[in-house]
């Protein structure tokens, strides 16, 4: 396997074209739907979708041999905190068990310098997992200030043309003598560029006071917004999801898998209100982004089946929450299908076009006039591709920006003990 620390490209960028301006030809891939073709993109979009063969690249096409893979509109990451991804220190040590989200190792020590490389670099490792977009929750207030988002900011510009990362502003306290200062900072935190309002309401003294004073700053700005919840206090996620009804444009909750552990049918009731509401929830199938106490997975299938818009992100990626955490979409999805049984293209689903009807993003499909977004999987299906992963290419507004290729190999034997089966002369068991 590749190091996981992004690495110089080896396939030339051509800098006198513009990103989205030059044609890309796609050979040889594999549909979902059993089609083998080739995919022109141009203009950051899909332009033809044609027959092998039957696709001219242009006057500055270049081309990708995409023979063996399957071709599907790219995962985004609706999860992500980026402030504190790969800071843990290999411990194992899992702090942050006393909120929603994960708490810095050190709030009072921000580098912002420091956090704009992890940050940089967690995205780029989300990159080469075939994320083109992530969402990212920033801790502003105590002990950060804006100063973690302010890094978070710039390494959303230092990967422009490479990667669209947005900033959810996570501010602290906001009731109470205490919280006007949490309230000027969340104004602050989206003049400054944060697109979208959020923070842990569990953990305020006054968490309806905490709801009203988030969704008002957002209906002032226009921003979505997007909560910490464990959802394990069924009243209040039931006011939450009666104030969120109706706000435009829209309310996500995440990660809910305080949701589980209630009695099926109080879950049921709630799971009703959120899809009235038309919350859409966030989970987090690889562990969520809070201490050990709060681990667990919202109950996916019975929310989908009340009606409810649900999406999955991964949540801690190598911060003190999750030392181990992966960041890669594909393993969101193999977890939704392996262990709660969906079927691969749903899981898929939650994974892309779900998750960026969350983000508020275009949808994706490869087919003409659609954006290039895209992620070829070395596989023969879905399920394959969820199955292993390991060799993917990542094209984000028609550019090729990310590659990883995996070579296996076994010693002759194990040749030989393929061909046996194969000529009918494997020995009996
Ligand atoms: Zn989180």
Excluded at 72 to 97: K, N, Y
């Amino acid at each position: 396997m590749p190091d996981s620390r992004p690495q110089p490209p080896r396939f030339p960028p051509s800098p006198s074209v513009p990103a989205d301006s030059a044609t890309l030809l796609l050979c040889g891939a594999r549909l979902t739907d059993g089609r083998t073709v080739d995919v022109r993109l141009g203009g950051g979009r899909i332009e033809a979708v044609g027959t092998p063969g039957s696709l001219a690249t242009g006057a500055v096409g270049a081309r990708v041999d995409l023979r063996g893979y399957l071709l599907l509109p790219a995962p985004v990451e609706p999860h992500a905190h980026c402030d504190t991804a790969l800071s843990a220190d290999g411990t194992g040590d899992t702090r942050g068990s006393g909120g929603d989200g994960p708490e810095p190792p050190h709030p009072e020590e921000v580098h912002p310098e420091e956090v704009q490389r992890r940050a940089t670099e967690a995205a780029l490792l989300q990159l080469g997992h075939g994320a083109t977009a992530l969402r990212s929750h920033v801790r502003i207030g105590d002990g950060p200030g804006l100063d973690a988002l302010a890094a978070v900011l710039r390494a959303r510009r230092s990967l422009r043309g490479l990667a669209e990362l947005t900033a959810v502003a996570m501010p602290g306290r906001l009731t109470g003598g205490a919280g006007a200062d949490g309230l000027a900072m969340l104004r602050d935190a989206v003049k400054m560029g944060a697109t979208v309002v959020g923070g842990c309401p569990d953990a305020d003294p006054d968490p309806t006071g905490y709801v009203e004073a988030v969704l008002q700053i957002a209906s002032e700005f226009g921003c979505p917004v997007d909560l910490h919840t464990d959802a394990r206090d069924p009243v209040r996620l039931s006011r939450l999801a009666a104030m969120a009804g109706g706000l435009r444009p829209g309310v996500t909750l995440g990660p809910c898998g305080g949701l589980g552990r209630l009695p099926a049918g109080t879950a049921a009731r709630l799971a009703d209100r959120l899809a009235a509401a038309q919350v859409t929830v966030v989970c987090l199938p690889q562990g969520g982004c809070g201490g050990v106490g709060r681990r667990g997975t919202a109950p996916v299938r019975l929310l989908r089946s009340a009606g409810v818009r649900v999406a999955a992100g991964s949540g801690a990626l190598r911060d003190p929450a999750n030392p181990v955490g992966r960041g890669d979409p594909l393993e969101a999805a193999y977890l939704l299908a392996s262990r709660y049984g969906l079927p691969a293209e749903d899981a898929y689903d939650m994974v892309s076009a779900a998750a960026r009807a969350a983000l508020g993003l275009p949808e994706v499909r490869v087919e003409a006039g659609f954006p290039a977004e895209l992620l070829a999987v070395r596989a023969d299906g879905l399920a394959g591709a969820l199955s292993l992963a390991y060799s993917r290419v990542v094209i984000h507004r028609g550019r090729l920006v990310a590659r990883t290729s995996a070579v296996r190999e076994y010693c002759d034997s194990a040749a030989v003990a393929l061909e046996l089966p194969r000529q009918g002369r494997a020995e009996p068991s």
